[in-house]
Nanobody, 121 residues
């Protein structure tokens, strides 16, 4: 079982930056691919970014590229989402996900509680 705790959300003006963090409880974090998802009110959950267990392969959705980047620190069992040049349409609850596999493609079995990001115009 993997427990995930997101942090770093908040209120920011358009054009600003935030860095989300997701800390994992499992000592074998390095074997989990990780991803970030978001869900805005009335919309479906969107796959935003993902990273392989080793960090050598990443995915970033076209809707946020190149403003968002994903990275991980396996020594700290933490994955990050750096969000720059934020727009009001980036407003959503952001969720961290983990999967039991090295590649970021596939089903994500574990989820954090989410962190709210609100971007004001």
């Amino acid at each position: 079982q993997v427990q995930l705790v997101e942090s770093g959300g908040g209120l920011v003006q358009a054009g600003g930056s935030l860095r989300l963090s997701c800390a994992a409880s499992r000592r074998t974090f390095a074997s989990n691919a990780m991803g970030w998802f978001r869900q805005a009110p009335g919309k479906e959950r969107e796959f935003v970014a993902a990273i392989s267990s080793s960090g050598d392969s990443t995915y970033v959705a076209a809707s946020v590229k190149p403003r968002f980047t994903i990275s991980r620190d396996n020594a700290k069992a933490t994955v990050y989402l750096q969000m720059n040049r934020l727009k009001p349409e980036d407003t959503a609850v952001y969720y961290c996900g983990a999967r039991d596999g090295k590649t970021w493609r596939g089903l994500y079995e574990y989820w954090g509680q989410g962190t709210q990001v609100t971007v004001s115009a």
